[in-house]
């Protein structure tokens, strides 16, 4: 069975394409390792990777990958909107297919020694997180590239990896593995904003609603629709199935209809087919019904 | 974007596994084709092959397959409890993914004269059908192997490929497009036989239901449970949601509750992403959004 694990790197350069079409080199070359996509935003002067392949592959690209990034950005001189502490800046590894989390915890754990020993600081956080109060990754980047000088002295914030010792070129690195995060949106039939923030407040755990929920209610189109847009950090823990049936169910006992859904981004195939088991109530299915997955298992 | 056609040839071979194991082989043997299931039942002494890949290896595929089923078979010494009509009885060409209709009956043609050649009478069924009485595989083989030599001299039933003459050992093949045939099963929470074959009823294309849905109503586990059985025969037409809403409808209607449904055998993704969208109403979802999904497409 063929073992899929997904990185979706965050780099502090969103500009300068010569650079960056040189990371795609090196993610793309790398056998095994198959580059989806790219996006770089120039105001935030950063770009995000994603690519998959089996694990060691996917180490081997984002090693050869960060080593370019390393020489090419200086963070001395970098400047954007997005919160950043260092040129590689954060490093999720996603098990996708076949991969355990202990195996891609691992992995990571590979990519933050390397970089270590490059004399980059590396923090792991989410499931790599070594301390407790390291597992967010705001809380690690608070104070960001300006702020590390200060937080390295801190012993508190002595690194997971590499020096303590301020890099002015690289500054720091977050890695870690993270589940598949789904964004998934539901339209309500209605304008009333009030009601979108309402059912995003149901059903979000902050609030005692759904655990690995996160939900807020938005305006859209003018004003002339709302939405009750949601994070799925862990899907595994709350399905699409049943996020979709909990916002159905706040709606309809507000007497309000869901008028669509939006799902962004990129879903693990197991994602969607769990939904479908759910919502038809499936028994025993098995992914590998689906005709084209004996491509994916043995391509 | 990868093509996927899909080939499911019914053998009239169920007992001799050097035989069997040797039409395997030539389907594997063939550099783009990936033989994906292989079951046989002896007492109807009938094997079915499933195999994969694009257009022009699934054809190659299939005429080394063919081939060798010919010179081993002999159908005047064959018997088996399935209704049977040649060597290389039926011949279904099944479009997965990026093939279009015209294209896959071009690749069924293209067999059924290379059949033709090697003295097999042919008859094209479904898609590939060159007269209106001839889509359906029973109103063909009516008769079986046994009545052929009168049903050539038929002029009515002169075949579209090949000598109009028995062919005592090989018989006679069909052979056509038709699209994937999806075995969805609906279990009520119910033991009452008569409600489940009303439900088929209101729900099959026979009476007047759903385009494309056969469905009849069983009784199962000795009576402990009822089922509608149903074979959405073009889910393109009639999807799994749209089948699970109508019997799910019905079942209300009789204050009954649907316990589980089954899928049975091979389900093409797109079939499976169809009704997702259409259960949770996600509005411009695209197939290419599943991770694993680029890893079919560029295999």
């Known amino acids: 069975m063929r073992q899929i694990l997904l990185c979706e790197p ?6 300068d394409h010569s650079l960056l079409d040189a990371l795609s080199a090196a993610i793309a070359g ?3 390792a198959r580059l989806i996509d790219r996006s770089s935003d120039p105001s935030h002067n950063r770009s995000v990777f994603s690519y998959l392949g089996d694990p060691r592959a ?16 200086n963070m001395a001189s970098h400047t954007g909107e997005h ?64 702020g590390l000088t200060a937080k390295l002295k801190d012993p508190a914030w002595a690194p997971d990896e590499g020096p303590r010792k301020f890099n002015a070129k690289s500054g720091a690195t977050v890695t870690g593995v993270r589940p598949p995060l789904i964004a998934f949106n539901v339209n309500l039939a209605t304008n009333d904003l009030a009601t ?30 709302v939405q009750v847009s949601m994070n799925l950090v862990d899907c595994g823990v709350t399905s699409i199935a049943r996020a979709f049936k909990a916002v159905n169910a706040e709606a309809a006992r507000r007497g309000i209809e869901v008028a669509s859904s939006e799902l962004i981004g990129p879903v693990p195939l197991e994602a969607m087919t769990d939904a479908f088991k759910d919502l038809v109530k499936v028994k025993e299915f098995s992914v590998q019904q689906i005709i084209e997955v004996s491509l994916i298992n043995n391509g």
């Open 30 to 32: 790398t056998g095994g």
């Open 196 to 225: 979108a923030k309402e059912i995003a407040s149901a059903v979000r755990e902050k609030n005692g609603g759904l655990p690995a929920v996160r939900a807020i209610g938005l305006s859209l189109q003018g004003g002339k629709t």
């Open 83 to 146: 919160p950043r502490m260092g040129a590689v800046d954060v490093v999720p590894f996603i098990p996708v297919r076949n991969v355990s989390v202990e195996e891609a915890v691992a992995v990571s754990r590979e990519f933050g020694s390397f970089l270590g020993d490059l004399g980059v600081p590396v923090y792991y956080y989410e499931k790599s997180a070594l301390k407790a109060d390291r597992t967010s990754l705001p809380a690690i980047r608070r104070g960001e590239y300006e």
């Open 10 to 15: 965050n780099i502090s350069e969103g500009r």
């Open 58 to 73: 996917v180490l081997e690209a984002t090693e050869s990958m960060a080593q370019i990034a390393l020489e090419g950005i």
